[in-house]
């Protein structure tokens, strides 16, 4: 499998429940980014792995937690979520940090 | 700061009809410029890039060319068909971080 794959592609998930989003990129690349997406809004960027080493946490809620295990797998950890939390959550990965990204599909999280 | 401005959408095209998206940014330096595109319930995907001034970046018909004088990278089609219809993103590359523009929703009508 190439490219970059996010499970699952769909989540519906209460606000008391716990779960989490996998990234996995089969490019041999350094860098992940976890990235939000609200409808009529712009992207924004959550998080940001550099050789497994977050490097930008921008200003986002305690209840999302990533985990970053080696260079090719990336995990959002979500708990007590709020319901504009709903979105698609797109994780993307580029060779160095700041080069030329590559999506994954995303996920489509609502919480309900 | 460095940034990417792009057109505000929703556009709609007839088949066949000719696309203009307008991109420009502001950035320090020698920024690479990309155009994404997102088709539905997808994520984005590279449609095509320029490194350098005057760099043409090409692909599915579509073709952008990198102004360094007017500090654009317009997105460009000579006849779009339904199949086009996705949302368009322009975006800088500055060598340490990336910038997306808000995205242009383009619905191509038969």
């Known amino acids: 499998e190439t490219g970059v794959t996010q499970t699952p592609r769909h989540l519906v998930m209460g606000m008391t429940n716990k779960k989490s989003l996998k990234c996995e990129q089969h490019l041999g690349h350094n860098a992940m980014y976890w990235y939000k997406q609200s409808a009529k809004k712009p992207l924004e960027l959550m998080f940001v792995?550099?050789?497994?080493?977050?490097?930008e946490n921008n200003s986002v809620p305690s209840r999302f937690s990533p985990e970053c295990p080696n260079s090719s797998h990336l995990f959002l950890h979500l708990h007590t979520l709020q319901p504009e939390d709903s979105a698609l959550y797109l994780c993307?990965?580029?060779?160095?940090?700041?080069?030329?990204?590559?999506f994954g599909p995303g996920t489509r999280l609502t919480v309900t | 700061g460095d940034s990417v401005t792009q057109m505000e959408g929703p556009v709609t095209l007839s088949e066949e009809a000719f696309l203009t998206i307008n991109c420009t940014y502001t950035?320090?330096?020698?920024?690479?410029l990309f155009w994404y595109v997102q088709y539905p319930g997808e994520g984005l995907q590279l449609l095509l890039k320029a490194t350098k001034a005057d760099d043409k970046g090409s692909n599915k018909g579509f073709e952008a060319t990198y102004r360094k004088e007017t500090t654009s990278f317009h997105l460009e089609k000579g006849s779009v068909q339904v199949s086009d219809s996705a949302v368009y993103f322009c975006a800088l590359n500055t060598g340490n971080q990336f910038y997306f523009g808000t995205g242009t929703s383009l619905t191509v009508i038969p």
């Open positions: 950035a320090t330096g020698y920024p690479s």
């Open positions: 993307a990965s580029s060779q160095k940090f700041g080069g030329e990204q590559y």
């Open positions: 792995y550099n050789f497994k080493e977050q490097t």
